[in-house]
Each structure stands twice: as structure tokens, then as C-alpha cells.
């Protein structure tokens, strides 16, 4: 099997180059090996998901990556928990998509695809073979293997990595068609769609990460500023910037850089994680040579977006300026967040980047897009959208919100809703995607505003005893020693009451589970969440048999970070079905009006028809009567002579 998946890699690879080449000269010969290409990366792949589905420990990287005891789902989930296995996934994914681009596109865009993707996918798989390739095996086959990481084994594990690499991947979509010219309009419905489909997985990507981040480890926040998120974070706001672009038909070039961003943030966001630059906690290892090939490509597919003309200026779009608007901001903040991402890379043993430097530019840049939101709801700024502000800065005031962060995500939001209210009384139906986007960025930020209310402490109670923080009550009942989830694991299980008042709110169970045979201690959180408050307890240290060390924290209204996600994935998604059936549409419209067009001829025709039967009818009955004038004059004659 090994030499069979490195041939498929080897021929993946020459079928790239042979695809980037007959992009040049001959697109069928570009179609032939794209069909190559993609073939020969996906073979490898599933070989090396059968044999971590089955357990073949002669590999090496299944003994790494794979254990016995675990199910088949989480043993799979090992191709994209490990360096070399994520790449190789990843590569064949690309590889799908520029295939599908060289066959289902037209012309110029597959040419374009052919090249440039191709080039991609050849660098890609040259990495694999070169610095990550899996399928190296044992001298003698291991026993039981080592597996991921605890905190790895996960429900999470199966359903977060694979929607965040659908939502990388699918950024290469809009750099291929990009780069090819000119932007017409098809080219811009294409654009539309595949921004929208990456809008949405790339936003259910990150909001699951984050999601298993904030419930699993007890960070109390749903975002940890690690680099590698970051990264991830600036994509997904330059695809934002792109979609609001997009529909300007003026500056292509702009427009065109924009499109290409996403998938060259990606890029470099992938060196980030393979290079191990900054101590992210996802990077896989420090090989330096990965980042350095993935750097590279970054930097050629940023040249090859920058050397594309700019398209002839069109008619200005009625809302130009909201949109552009909403572009810079987006851009802006994209900017922020890379220059947090790569500050360490110049500056090496300097400390991460955090929060607090992406709070202070973040913060007003989203509180100003929430404005811009507002005006776009209700179709023009009004007297009666800013009334918004108002309401919402007294209920946010009257629910205890103390930071100005706050108090001005909450004007916006009332301005938002408001102008909402007013756009469907004025425009009625329509514009679903940009509604329930826009909707779903106000939510989102309001549970962002509600997380910086949260109260925090850490503090050791013994049994019996409690503590009152965030208006809520809690007392230690006690510690006792159970067995840990996992087959060899052991747990430390301690039981915290939370009362409102007298009544009880819940009770919880933080945990430390110990893993004897890999070494490693990890903290189970408790959660207690409701739309209007979370309750997050983390057991921190228990070496008495009553007394504990704990954090905990209550914090406000962070459900609606997710309900905001959600309600923007869906949005981008509706963005990428409506772009998508457009032209099914327009070509049923345009049939029944041809339709319409034929049936008003024939009537037409029937009509003149008609005139012309009663015409010659009328011609028939005059010369009738001429004619019976004839031969009555002509008998009065006879009967006078």
C-alpha cells in the first residue's frame, strides 16, 4: 500500500504540472489531467483513512495518531489530528476543487484554474512528499498505538476540523475565478456564490472551534487569540469585505485582491500552523520547511492576483458608499488581526499577541460596521432608525452593562432592529441573505458585549462553605474519586451547588481526569448555560478530601455569540443558493417571456386574421348588393323596352 499511495502522489503531482501547462496550450489536455490530478491525491487519502479506520499499526503515523479501545469515527478522525495526515486531506481537497473548476467552468475561468490551481495542488503535494509524508512504516507493528491527545478525543474532533477545511478549500474558488478576466457578470454571480459558501462554512468552522474551546477548557471566553484562530478570523472578514465588493461593478481590480485575500490568508495561516510560529496550541510541529513552502505559495498567489488588470469603470451602484463602507471596515480589521498574527514572527521570544490588543481596534470597527448594518437594514439612515439608540442604551444600562464597549454595541443593535422594523414596512420581502446577515452580526456582537460583563474569581472553598460572585451563590458539597471516561483514566469529581437567592439554579461537577499511561492531567469544566447567562466552573486543584480550588465565572448573554453565528453561516449560505439558481431563474423568466412574446404574435396574427376575413366579407356583401342593383336595373330596362 505504501508504494501504491506514494506513486498516486507522484503521479498527482506530474498530472499538476501537466494541468498547469495544457492551461497554456490545450484546455482538454488540462481536462484529462485534472481528472489525474484529483485521482491520484484522493486514492492516498482514503488509504490512509481505511487503514486508520482499521487499526494498521505498521504505519507509523497510525501508531501515532490512532488507538486501540477508541471507535472507528475517532480513530478516522486522525487524518486531520496529525501533521501529515492534514495535509495530504488538504491537498486532496484542493486538488477536487480545481478539477471541478477546470471541467464545470467556462472557458477562461478553467484556464485560469488549470494554471494557477494546478500550480497549487503541485507545490502542495510536493510538500507531502517531501516533508510530511505518511505513509512510512514500523520495523515491527506497534501494539495499541499511542492515539490523540485527550483533550482531542472529543465529539467536536469529527465535525469541527473537516467544516473548517471545506471553508479553507473553498476560498480557492474565488482566487481562480479572480484572477481571471475580465469580471463580467457571470463571473461575479460565480464570485457571489463560492464567497457565500465559504462565508458559511468558514463561519461554522470557527464558531464550533471556539464553541469546544469555551466549554472544554475553561478559558471562560469563547475566543483564545490563538494565532492560528486568528488567522482563520482574517480570512473570514476579508471574505466579508469581498462580498460587500463584489457587487460594486467599479474598481475590478480592488474587487479582484479582495476575492484573492481569503485563500492567501489561508495560506499563510497553514504556514503558521505547520511551523509552529508563535506557540500556537494548533500547531502540529515545528517544521520549518512546510511553513516556508506554504509562505512561498502565499506570496506567488498574491503576485498573481496583484498582476491582473483592473476591468473598464462601470455605472455606480445606488449604495456605493455603504458598501464601500463596509469593505474598508472589514479590510481594517483583517489588517488588525494579521499584524497580530505575524508580529511574532520578526520579533521572535517576544509574548503572544491577546486580547486586549484586538479588543481596542476591534472594538470600534464592529460597534461603526453596526451602524452601517442599521442604515443598510431600513434602506437609508431615518430619524426614525436613530431612535434605536436610545432604547438600546437604556436597556442595556437598566440590565447592569458598565463598559462603554457595551453600551455602544447595544445603540446598535437598537438602531439595528429598529431599521429593521422599518425596512420591512418599506421594501416588504427581499433581501433575506442581507437581512438575516446582518441580523446575525448584531446578535453575534451582543454576545460579545455580554462575555466582557462576565464575573470572574478563583478562590478555595473547603466543605460547606460558599461564595457569592455575579449575584449568584456557590458552595462546595464536597470531592470524591470516580474513574475517569476513557478505559486507564481516573477522575477527581467535585460537587458545587449554585443557588440564586434560596432557590437552586444547579448543580455541578467539574472534574480533573488523570490519563496515567500518557501523562497527562486535564480539567473536565462544568456549564451551566441559558440565553440570558452562563455559569462556568472549572475545578483547578483538589489534593484535599474537602478542599478545592476553583474559577469560576458568570457571564451574560454568551448563547448569543452562537445564535449569531448560526443566523450568518445561514446567511451566507442563502447568498450562495441564490447566486446559484440565478440563472436557472433568469432562464425561466426569459422563457416565459418569450412564451408571452409568441402567444401576443399569434394573437396577433389571429387578429389580423380576422380583420382581414371581415374585409374581404364586407367587399363580398358590397358587391352582392351591387350586383342585385345591376340586375334590377337591368330587368326594369327589359320591361320598358
Same mark, same amino acid.
Given at each position: 500500500?505504501?508504494?501504491?499511495?506514494?506513486?498516486?502522489?507522484?503521479?498527482?503531482?506530474?498530472?499538476?504540472?501537466?494541468?498547469?501547462?495544457?492551461?497554456?496550450?490545450?484546455?482538454?489536455?488540462?481536462?484529462?489531467?485534472?481528472?489525474?490530478?484529483?485521482?491520484?491525491?484522493?486514492?492516498?487519502?482514503?488509504?490512509?483513512?481505511?487503514?486508520?479506520?482499521?487499526?494498521?499499526?505498521?504505519?507509523?503515523?497510525?501508531?501515532?495518531?490512532?488507538?486501540?479501545?477508541?471507535?472507528?469515527?475517532?480513530?478516522?478522525?486522525?487524518?486531520?489530528?496529525?501533521?501529515?495526515?492534514?495535509?495530504?486531506?488538504?491537498?486532496?481537497?484542493?486538488?477536487?476543487?480545481?478539477?471541478?473548476?477546470?471541467?464545470?467552468?467556462?472557458?477562461?475561468?478553467?484556464?485560469?484554474?488549470?494554471?494557477?490551481?494546478?500550480?497549487?495542488?503541485?507545490?502542495?503535494?510536493?510538500?507531502?512528499?517531501?516533508?510530511?509524508?505518511?505513509?512510512?512504516?514500523?520495523?515491527?507493528?506497534?501494539?495499541?498505538?499511542?492515539?490523540?491527545?485527550?483533550?482531542?478525543?472529543?465529539?467536536?474532533?469529527?465535525?469541527?476540523?473537516?467544516?473548517?477545511?471545506?471553508?479553507?478549500?473553498?476560498?480557492?474558488?474565488?482566487?481562480?475565478?479572480?484572477?481571471?478576466?475580465?469580471?463580467?457578470?457571470?463571473?461575479?454571480?460565480?464570485?457571489?456564490?463560492?464567497?457565500?459558501?465559504?462565508?458559511?462554512?468558514?463561519?461554522?468552522?470557527?464558531?464550533?472551534?471556539?464553541?469546544?474551546?469555551?466549554?472544554?477548557?475553561?478559558?471562560?471566553?469563547?475566543?483564545?487569540?490563538?494565532?492560528? &484562530?486568528?488567522?482563520?478570523?482574517?480570512?473570514?472578514?476579508?471574505?466579508?469585505?469581498?462580498?460587500?465588493?463584489?457587487?460594486?461593478?467599479?474598481?475590478?481590480?480592488?474587487?479582484?485582491?479582495?476575492?484573492?485575500?481569503?485563500?492567501?490568508?489561508?495560506?499563510?495561516?497553514?504556514?503558521?500552523?505547520r511551523g509552529g510560529v508563535g506557540g500556537s496550541v494548533h500547531a502540529f510541529a515545528d517544521d520549518?520547511?512546510?511553513?516556508?513552502?506554504?509562505?512561498?505559495?502565499?506570496?506567488?498567489?498574491?503576485?498573481?492576483?496583484?498582476?491582473?488588470?483592473?476591468?473598464?469603470?462601470?455605472?455606480?451602484?445606488?449604495?456605493?458608499?455603504?458598501?464601500?463602507?463596509?469593505?474598508?471596515?472589514?479590510?481594517?480589521?483583517?489588517?488588525?488581526?494579521?499584524?497580530?498574527?505575524?508580529?511574532?514572527?520578526?520579533?521572535?521570544?517576544?509574548?503572544?499577541?491577546?486580547?486586549?490588543?484586538?479588543?481596542?481596534?476591534?472594538?470600534?470597527?464592529?460597534?461603526?460596521?453596526?451602524?452601517?448594518?442599521?442604515?443598510?437594514?431600513?434602506?437609508?439612515?431615518?430619524?426614525?432608525?436613530?431612535?434605536?439608540?436610545?432604547?438600546?442604551?437604556?436597556?442595556?444600562?437598566?440590565?447592569?452593562?458598565?463598559?462603554?464597549?457595551?453600551?455602544?454595541?447595544?445603540?446598535?443593535?437598537?438602531?439595528?432592529?429598529?431599521?429593521?422594523?422599518?425596512?420591512?414596512?418599506?421594501?416588504?420581502?427581499?433581501?433575506?441573505?442581507?437581512?438575516?446577515?446582518?441580523?446575525?452580526?448584531?446578535?453575534?456582537?451582543?454576545?460579545?458585549?455580554?462575555?466582557?460583563?462576565?464575573?470572574?474569581?478563583?478562590?478555595?472553598?473547603?466543605?460547606?462553605?460558599?461564595?457569592?460572585?455575579?449575584?449568584?451563590?456557590?458552595?462546595?458539597?464536597?470531592? &470524591?474519586?470516580?474513574?475517569?471516561?476513557?478505559?486507564?483514566?481516573?477522575?477527581?469529581?467535585?460537587?458545587?451547588?449554585?443557588?440564586?437567592?434560596?432557590?437552586?439554579?444547579?448543580?455541578?461537577?467539574?472534574?480533573?481526569?488523570?490519563?496515567?499511561d500518557r501523562g497527562v492531567l486535564l480539567a473536565e469544566t462544568a456549564l451551566h448555560s441559558l440565553?440570558?447567562?452562563?455559569?462556568?466552573?472549572?475545578?483547578?486543584?483538589?489534593?484535599?478530601?474537602?478542599?478545592?480550588?476553583?474559577?469560576?465565572?458568570?457571564?451574560?448573554?454568551?448563547?448569543?455569540?452562537?445564535?449569531?453565528?448560526?443566523?450568518?453561516?445561514?446567511?451566507?449560505?442563502?447568498?450562495?443558493?441564490?447566486?446559484?439558481?440565478?440563472?436557472?431563474?433568469?432562464?425561466?423568466?426569459?422563457?416565459?417571456?418569450?412564451?408571452?412574446?409568441?402567444?401576443?404574435?399569434?394573437?396577433?396574427?389571429?387578429?389580423?386574421?380576422?380583420?382581414?376575413?371581415?374585409?374581404?366579407?364586407?367587399?363580398?356583401?358590397?358587391?352582392?348588393?351591387?350586383?342585385?342593383?345591376?340586375?334590377?336595373?337591368t330587368g326594369l330596362l327589359k320591361d320598358l323596352g
Amino acid at each position: 500500500m505504501t508504494g501504491l499511495a506514494v506513486g498516486c502522489l507522484w503521479a498527482s503531482g506530474t498530472a499538476a504540472l501537466a494541468a498547469a501547462a495544457g492551461g497554456v496550450r490545450s484546455l482538454r489536455l488540462a481536462r484529462v489531467a485534472a481528472v489525474v490530478m484529483w485521482v491520484g491525491a484522493a486514492l492516498p487519502t482514503i488509504m490512509l483513512g481505511q487503514a486508520l479506520w482499521t487499526l494498521d499499526l505498521s504505519l507509523t503515523y497510525v501508531a501515532d495518531h490512532a488507538r486501540s479501545g477508541l471507535s472507528g469515527p475517532f480513530r478516522l478522525a486522525g487524518l486531520w489530528g496529525g501533521a501529515s495526515g492534514s495535509l495530504l486531506l488538504f491537498t486532496s481537497m484542493v486538488a477536487a476543487a480545481v478539477a471541478v473548476m477546470i471541467w464545470a467552468r467556462p472557458a477562461a475561468t478553467a484556464r485560469s484554474a488549470s494554471v494557477w490551481g494546478s500550480l497549487s495542488v503541485a507545490v502542495l503535494t510536493g510538500a507531502v512528499l517531501a516533508t510530511a509524508n505518511p505513509f512510512g512504516r514500523l520495523a515491527i507493528p506497534a501494539i495499541a498505538g499511542a492515539g490523540l491527545q485527550p483533550i482531542l478525543e472529543h465529539p467536536a474532533m469529527l465535525y469541527h476540523p473537516p467544516l473548517l477545511y471545506l471553508g479553507q478549500v473553498s476560498t480557492i474558488v474565488p482566487f481562480l475565478v479572480a484572477v481571471a478576466a475580465p469580471l463580467d457578470r457571470g463571473r461575479r454571480r460565480a464570485l457571489r456564490c463560492w464567497l457565500g459558501l465559504s462565508l458559511g462554512l468558514l463561519t461554522m468552522g470557527l464558531a464550533t472551534g471556539s464553541n469546544w474551546a469555551y466549554v472544554e477548557l475553561g478559558w471562560g471566553g469563547f475566543w483564545g487569540w490563538d494565532p492560528v &484562530e486568528n488567522g482563520i478570523l482574517a480570512a473570514w472578514l476579508t471574505t466579508v469585505a469581498a462580498m460587500h465588493a463584489v457587487g460594486q461593478p467599479s474598481h475590478g481590480r480592488a474587487i479582484r485582491m479582495l476575492c484573492a485575500l481569503p485563500w492567501i490568508l489561508v495560506l499563510v495561516s497553514g504556514a503558521v500552523t505547520r511551523g509552529g510560529v508563535g506557540g500556537s496550541v494548533h500547531a502540529f510541529a515545528d517544521d520549518a520547511r512546510v511553513s516556508w513552502i506554504l509562505a512561498a505559495l502565499a506570496v506567488a498567489s498574491a503576485a498573481a492576483a496583484a498582476s491582473v488588470r483592473g476591468d473598464r469603470r462601470e455605472q455606480q451602484h445606488a449604495h456605493r458608499w455603504l458598501r464601500i463602507t463596509c469593505t474598508s471596515l472589514a479590510t481594517a480589521a483583517a489588517a488588525a488581526v494579521v499584524v497580530g498574527v505575524l508580529y511574532p514572527i520578526p520579533a521572535p521570544g517576544e509574548p503572544l499577541v491577546t486580547g486586549p490588543y484586538y479588543a481596542r481596534l476591534l472594538a470600534p470597527l464592529a460597534v461603526v460596521g453596526l451602524g452601517a448594518c442599521a442604515v443598510a437594514l431600513g434602506g437609508r439612515a431615518t430619524v426614525w432608525s436613530a431612535s434605536g439608540v436610545p432604547a438600546g442604551v437604556v436597556v442595556a444600562a437598566a440590565a447592569g452593562a458598565r463598559s462603554a464597549f457595551a453600551l455602544c454595541v447595544a445603540a446598535g443593535a437598537g438602531a439595528v432592529l429598529v431599521s429593521l422594523i422599518e425596512g420591512l414596512r418599506r421594501h416588504g420581502r427581499g433581501c433575506w441573505p442581507m437581512r438575516v446577515g446582518h441580523v446575525g452580526f448584531a446578535v453575534l456582537l451582543i454576545g460579545v458585549a455580554g462575555s466582557t460583563q462576565a464575573d470572574r474569581a478563583t478562590f478555595g472553598l473547603d466543605a460547606g462553605q460558599e461564595v457569592e460572585v455575579g449575584g449568584r451563590t456557590f458552595r462546595h458539597v464536597g470531592v &470524591e474519586v470516580a474513574e475517569g471516561p476513557a478505559p486507564g483514566s481516573s477522575a477527581v469529581v467535585a460537587t458545587v451547588e449554585v443557588r440564586d437567592g434560596d432557590a437552586l439554579v444547579a448543580e455541578l461537577q467539574p472534574s480533573l481526569v488523570a490519563f496515567g499511561d500518557r501523562g497527562v492531567l486535564l480539567a473536565e469544566t462544568a456549564l451551566h448555560s441559558l440565553p440570558a447567562r452562563d455559569i462556568q466552573v472549572v475545578l483547578r486543584n483538589a489534593t484535599d478530601p474537602n478542599l478545592a480550588l476553583y474559577t469560576v465565572s458568570v457571564a451574560p448573554l454568551v448563547m448569543w455569540v452562537w445564535w449569531g453565528s448560526v443566523l450568518v453561516a445561514g446567511a451566507g449560505l442563502m447568498v450562495a443558493f441564490d447566486a446559484a439558481t440565478g440563472r436557472a431563474r433568469r432562464a425561466r423568466s426569459l422563457a416565459r417571456a418569450q412564451h408571452s412574446d409568441s402567444q401576443r404574435g399569434v394573437s396577433r396574427i389571429f387578429r389580423r386574421s380576422g380583420s382581414i376575413v371581415a374585409q374581404n366579407h364586407r367587399k363580398l356583401r358590397e358587391r352582392g348588393r351591387r350586383g342585385d342593383l345591376w340586375h334590377r336595373r337591368t330587368g326594369l330596362l327589359k320591361d320598358l323596352g
